[in-house]
């Protein structure tokens, strides 16, 4: 048993394993938060990347094909009324979004399942209770208690819900920012319930309640439904789920034949969430992906109890919503604008050069992200790109005139700038990372193998450019310390792609400023977007052919061998920027340095008077 403050995490004999048994990579736990729960907590089960099944590195990265490597990313998954856990869909989703390399967590909500009671007998599972139950989980995944298990902290990425839990969801996402939220056939005119319940039950309300009859602790068992219950959940006021962060994204998915909740829901939920929603429709099933009787089965789904499983046409809407390029272009298209704080009018391009006006790769702002203390990191400042040598004559002008460049720090080595060319009409300074070594994508791999094998290994090479740069980044920070880089006076930084010494710097950057570590790991990882454009480095890099080998060492086809490697494979791997390589980067910088203010004052030698200026000057 671990415990972080409030929070235990205990993982016990599943009992139910003789009818549902669990899979090899799943645990049945009991998460409690002595803020909320008495007894044992909620239960769930935690489905873990199915990539740990392989007991060594090579292995997992030999398998990545099927097998996404381990991420820090956790999705809820949130049952609807007098549910359970393992109701309809839910270990077939868990399942296959494992293989994604997410962390899936399926939980019975209290007074359900195998969860403890209701907190209050006589008021029944309420929707503030259910919002508790998810905070609970929130709260978990950031726990040193999740890291003592786990070995890693996780991010609550996303949020799947059904039915009655949609709106529980909701509730909880007016005040935490989760990134994906995924409603399926939630409520939205939520006196339909009341509605429903009168019908079924004609004297639910002189009665104060009424049975039904669940799960509860694997067996099926009559329940008493109290009326403050109900209520709850009928007179949530929908109109509020507005308030849910404007950066999240939400996806809808309603069924064609569903008899409990109105396909209207689908409408109301899409015009609520205008812009910012998709909606998704599975034809010919019901509330719970079942087919009704006499289904003609057109696609052909698996049949389970004698009706045609619509949860495989499902799977085909979720798991693709939620694989790797979907999850990066979703977050591009959601930080494409740079809205101010301060004045909502105020509104820039975060990628306000495109390669085709500009023949600059991957340029862009690193403002306009919320920080923990409910700041923002100062727009229209500063901006991080690939080598811009090759700016065009309307380019240069765009920079000088409408983004205010005033410096650029090119943060190659000299020899490295000098051979791949300097942007000329600027004041650029050299800001050489480590000690002055070259350290194109390329030469970075000679030097760290690592780099070539997968991009989990990036860490290893980060730690020690960082180390030997300490210099080079304080100079950097002595300049933001001196009050010349506004809106008027803004800078650029850059390397070769603009991505491996250029991410450690805007890292440095944003997590000063007060950033989270998940929208960190997310810009890093924008420059899989922005070097698409960078044919000159891809070219290169894509012709070295057999040479990846000589660089892996002497037994280097023996190694490619053991993970699986061929040079293209290879390849991709030098020139990636994952999100998960920042984030394993991250964990390793605050185990060393312990957090960025620490590093800026330990490392940097800046005072807390000056770090606090320094964050003043970028934050609004």
């Known amino acids: 048993m671990v415990v972080q403050s409030q929070i235990t995490i205990k993982v016990a004999d599943y009992p139910h394993k003789d009818v549902s048994p669990l899979l090899d990579h799943e645990d049945f736990v009991y998460i409690k938060d002595s803020k909320y729960h008495v007894k044992s907590g909620i239960a769930g089960i935690l489905t873990k990347p199915e990539s740990l099944k392989f007991k060594s590195f090579a292995e997992q990265v030999k398998n990545e094909s099927t097998f996404s490597l381990p991420t820090h990313k956790l999705i809820l998954v949130l049952h609807g009324d007098q549910a359970h856990k393992n109701s309809t869909f839910q270990p077939m989703l868990a399942d296959k979004l494992s293989k994604l390399g997410y962390y899936v967590l399926r939980i019975d909500f209290r007074g359900l399942g195998d969860s403890e009671d209701n907190f209050d007998p006589k008021i029944g599972r309420t929707i503030e209770q259910d919002v508790e139950d998810i905070t609970s989980v929130y709260d978990f995944a950031q726990s040193d208690a999740c890291e003592a298990w786990l070995g890693r902290t996780l991010t609550l990425d996303t949020i799947i819900a059904h039915s009655r839990g949609v709106l529980s969801m909701f509730e909880f996402a007016r005040s935490h920012y989760v990134p994906n939220i995924i409603n399926l056939c939630g409520r939205f005119d939520t006196g339909g319930l009341l509605q429903k319940v009168s019908k079924l039950h004609h004297e639910w309300e002189k009665d104060n309640g009424y049975w039904c009859n669940t799960l509860r602790y694997g067996k099926w068992t009559d329940i008493w439904i109290p009326r403050n219950e109900t209520l709850s959940a009928g007179s949530i006021d929908t109109s509020k789920f507005t308030e849910v962060d404007d950066e999240t994204s939400i996806l809808s998915v309603y069924c064609s034949n569903d008899t409990v909740i109105p396909i209207t829901a689908a409408a109301e939920y899409s015009k609520l969430f205008q812009g910012r929603h998709t909606l998704e429709i599975v034809p010919n099933s019901d509330h719970n992906f079942y087919g009704l009787p006499n289904d003609p089965n057109v696609f052909d789904l698996p049949i389970r109890k004698g009706k045609v499983n619509y949860s495989y046409y499902l799977m085909e809407i979720l798991v693709p919503h939620l694989n790797q390029e979907s999850q990066i272009n979703r977050f591009c298209h959601s930080h494409k604008l740079v809205r101010s704080r301060l004045n909502p009018g105020d509104l820039r391009d975060r990628w306000p050069l495109p390669f085709e006006f500009s023949h600059i790769s991957n340029f862009r702002d690193i403002g306009g992200y919320k920080t923990k203390s409910s700041k923002q990191v100062r727009p229209g400042i500063m901006y991080r790109c690939a080598n811009p040598d090759q ?56 030097h760290y193998e690592g780099m070539f094998l997968s991009s989990h290994k990036f860490p290893k090479a980060y730690e020690i450019v960082l180390r030997n740069s300490f210099p080079s980044i304080r100079r950097f920070f002595e300049y933001v310390l001196q009050g010349e880089v506004d809106e008027k006076h803004s800078v650029v930084f850059h390397c070769t792609a603009g991505k491996d010494r250029t991410g450690l710097l805007a890292m440095l950057t944003l997590g000063i400023a007060g950033v989270d570590v998940d929208t960190i790991a997310r810009d890093y990882e924008l420059t899989t977007i922005g070097l698409r454009t960078e044919t000159r480095l891809i070219e290169k890099i894509n012709n070295r052919g057999d040479q990846f080998y000589v660089m892996l060492g002497p037994d280097g086809r023996e190694k490619a061998r053991m993970y699986g490697l061929d040079p293209e494979r290879m390849a991709r791997h030098v020139l990636s920027s994952t999100y998960e390589a920042m984030r394993i980067f991250i964990d390793q910088f605050h185990q060393q340095y312990g957090s960025f203010n620490k590093f800026f004052i330990n490392q940097l030698q800046f005072t807390q008077k000056e770090v606090d200026t320094i964050r003043e000057y970028i934050t609004i």
Do not use: C, H, Q, W
């Not at 720090?409 to 600027?426: K, V």
């Open 391 to 446: 700016a065009t004559p309307e380019a240069i002008k765009y920079m000088k005139e409408r983004l205010y460049v005033n410096k650029i720090f090119d943060l190659r080595a000299l020899t490295e700038a000098n051979e791949g060319g300097i942007i000329s009409g600027f004041d650029v300074e050299n800001l050489a990372f480590n000690n002055n070594m070259v350290l194109s994508p390329e030469e970075m791999a000679k």
